[in-house]
């Protein structure tokens, strides 16, 4: 089995910590966990997202192999998305930094604050 190194500028590794760093895929990711989701569902949940954004974030967390994309054949298409199973694996690690940023916004927003002032 092949391992990065993310230290190392060159490694590949950084284009992937790119990604499951980014706010709308670690959004996209938390708003999949109950299952697939549709395109203006998935907005509505993430709020604040314009719809170029979230799509570029779904294309690219398929690209790599995170998500899938399901077109249904129907009028008007009806197309979910869903995450892979390298996209659930994500789950747990991006859950409990989600968890700690909620748990923890008051005391970061007070170091800004303080940090602000002087």
Same mark, same amino acid.
């Given at each position: 089995? *092949? +391992?990065?190194?993310?230290?190392?500028?060159?490694?590949?590794?950084?284009?992937? *910590?790119?990604?499951?760093?980014?706010?709308?895929?670690?959004?996209?990711?938390?708003?999949?966990?109950?299952?697939?989701?549709?395109?203006?569902?998935?907005?509505?949940?993430?709020?604040?997202? !314009?719809?170029?954004?979230? !799509? #570029? !974030? *779904?294309?690219?967390?398929? +690209?790599?192999?995170?998500?899938?994309?399901?077109?249904?054949?129907?009028?008007?298409?009806?197309?979910?998305?869903?995450? !892979?199973?390298?996209?659930?694996?994500?789950?747990?690690?991006? #859950?409990?930094?989600?968890?700690?940023?909620?748990?923890?916004?008051?005391?970061?927003?007070?170091?800004?604050?303080? +940090?602000? #002032?002087?």
């Amino acid at each position: 089995m *092949l +391992h990065g190194d993310a230290f190392d500028p060159d490694c590949p590794t950084r284009l992937i *910590l790119d990604r499951i760093g980014d706010k709308w895929s670690v959004l996209v990711v938390l708003s999949l966990r109950e299952g697939p989701r549709r395109f203006t569902r998935l907005r509505d949940t993430i709020g604040g997202v !314009t719809p170029k954004v979230l !799509t #570029q !974030t *779904l294309r690219a967390m398929e +690209h790599d192999g995170l998500l899938t994309r399901r077109v249904f054949p129907e009028v008007p298409p009806r197309v979910e998305y869903e995450l !892979t199973p390298l996209g659930l694996s994500l789950q747990r690690p991006i #859950q409990a930094i989600a968890d700690w940023a909620e748990e923890n916004v008051h005391e970061v927003m007070a170091a800004r604050s303080t +940090h602000e #002032q002087s």
